[in-house]
Nanobody
């Protein structure tokens, strides 16, 4: 399995931006569809975005389309999530995810092979 370590979370104000990073190690990075999920307090872990091994295909939850951008660097074995125009409802723990089983349109919590430890994003109004 691949090991994932997120970074880049923090406390920001509404309208601000953040960039999350997820560094992968242990297996061939390009074997995986990579994604981001988030979990707000007391709620389920929800899909946010996914990117194919090549970076050519991406998929986003409706709630973040046009504001968040997922990308990957296959040389650095890192996937990124750029969060723009942040809203208080974006507050959550953000988790990096890797899957060998799903494509970008079918990535969900049940098809994730490896999870990162999570990074907190808090957006104040």
């Amino acid at each position: 399995q691949v090991q994932l370590v997120e970074s880049g979370g923090g406390l920001v104000q509404a309208g601000d931006s953040l960039r999350l990073s997820c560094a992968a190690s242990g297996r061939t990075f390009t074997a995986y569809v990579m994604g981001w999920f988030r979990q707000a307090a007391g709620k389920e872990r929800d899909f946010v975005a996914a990117i194919s091994w090549s970076g050519y295909n991406t998929n986003y939850a409706d709630s973040v389309k046009g504001r968040f951008t997922i990308s990957r660097d296959n040389v650095k074995n890192t996937v990124y999530l750029q969060l723009n125009s942040l809203k208080p409802e974006d507050t959550a723990v953000y988790y990096c995810a890797a899957s060998e089983r799903a494509n970008v349109w079918r990535l969900h919590a049940g098809t994730v092979d490896s999870w990162g430890q999570g990074t907190q994003v808090t957006v104040s109004s």
